[in-house]
DNA sequence: AAGTCATATGACTGCATAGTCACATTATAC
DNA sequence: GTATAATGTGACTATGCAGTCATATGACTT
């Protein structure tokens, strides 16, 4: 946690220094980025850093707490009643949500990935643990809830379902950034690409690929 | 490359620097690992890792190479023939021989992992250019060749069939590491836990998890 | 034995960083 | 206006690293 000076700071002040930490977490990553270089950017001297945080690692759990705070804002309207919709509505409101997030907070999605990809890092359990964490239990009621109304097929093996379901929703963001978009930094609008990309994920989580075999069909033209 | 000299050295001498390597960048990742811890396991002096390697992205390439090579061992069986078999049997084999790979050299997983997840780092592209990269393009064509058995559904986007099922190859290695075996570091056989997890994705892709509308179906005593 | 080439060595230079601390500056209280 | 507390400062220390280089050692040749 920062010390209570970092948070006496006028909010100008406080929003610098967390805006160029997360430029520099996101150009150098974790390990490479410099807090002697932090503050000159800041125009703060080196000590002053350390009158607001503990260490890299503090400023850094920080930040993550601003992510996970940030993006529970896009997710909460999705989430407020899951119960009341179709799943894989629920399901496609929840990456497209994960898509509008990345799409307006690149880099805070890059420095959340940066830990939520390295699960061998000495960070990752700390930003887990205090933060983010057991968003695949949210699923796992959902899922019940789904096969119950006959949406969800009932012998599926709910807890590998749900680590899918999380993981495809990183999936998606990632597809549409390096494939649909093509990862050139211009910010664009909400669009159509970024639905078409949904709309992929959520009918190949529904159907899967192979061709279905028929029930028995009598068709009496046959 | 490595210069000349290293591959001069008598092979036990190198496999020693090789493994210890494998070790300090298993242990380190790419950007924390340090020539100089290695050369002083290694019980080499600093100038002779020079006379071996440019640097530290030079030895880490090489061993990228090495990943590389051992992993195409445990390939080549599958892909031999690879129109010979069902497309999703083709798969099975693949991901069934993926994570054979990661069970028998867990290290070389770990450091290869690395670079594949961690687009921005500046060693991604020289790593995936040299080496893997493309590996989606043979899932171009034998997609086309199941479509055109009936084996898959013929209106897939295949570029995005072909990214989903190259990440899923990764999913199943962490799934079974994580999940399923639970991460401990004790070494075990091949298994039908690892055959069980291949399946559940297997499935997955197969047929998804919807509840298949079902054709019109008559049923005489319905 | 002398000469030549390949390899080994580790002290040394130079650089960047983390983190500290005695002191300066500003705000607040009385 | 003076005292006290809070915050700002940047030179300084200590550490660790990459990469070099003059020199030593060994291996092989004639």
């Avoid at 974790?30 to 270089?37: E, L, T, V």
Wanted: glycine residues 4%; hydrophobic residues 40%.
């Amino acid at each position: 946690m920062p010390k209570e000076t970092f948070f006496n700071l006028p909010e100008t002040k406080r929003t610098i220094i967390e805006t160029i930490a997360i430029d520099e977490f996101a150009e150098y990553g974790f390990d490479k980025a410099s807090i002697s270089r932090m503050t000159e950017k800041c125009e703060i001297a080196k000590g002053s850093f350390y009158q607001y945080f503990e260490g890299k690692k503090d400023l850094f759990l920080h930040l993550m707490d601003l992510v996970v705070k940030e993006k529970l804002k896009f997710l909460a309207p999705t989430m407020e009643n899951p119960a009341e919709h179709n799943f894989f509505e629920l399901l496609k409101d929840l990456y497209i949500s994960g898509l509008e997030f990345a799409n307006t907070h690149p880099k805070l999605v890059q420095i959340g990935n940066q830990v939520l990809k390295n699960k061998d890092h000495p960070v990752y359990y700390e930003a887990i643990g205090s933060n983010m964490s057991k968003s695949y239990k949210v699923f796992d009621s959902l899922l019940k809830l789904a096969i119950s109304r006959g949406e969800v097929q009932p012998d599926i093996d709910i807890s590998f379902v749900s680590y899918i379901i999380s993981s495809m929703n990183l999936a998606t963001v990632e597809y549409y950034f390096e494939v649909v978009k093509g990862d050139s930094d211009k910010v664009v609008e909400w669009n159509n690409d970024m639905l078409d990309t949904v709309n992929l994920f959520i009918n190949f989580i529904k159907h899967g690929i192979s061709v279905p075999i028929k029930e028995v069909v009598n068709n009496d033209k046959g």
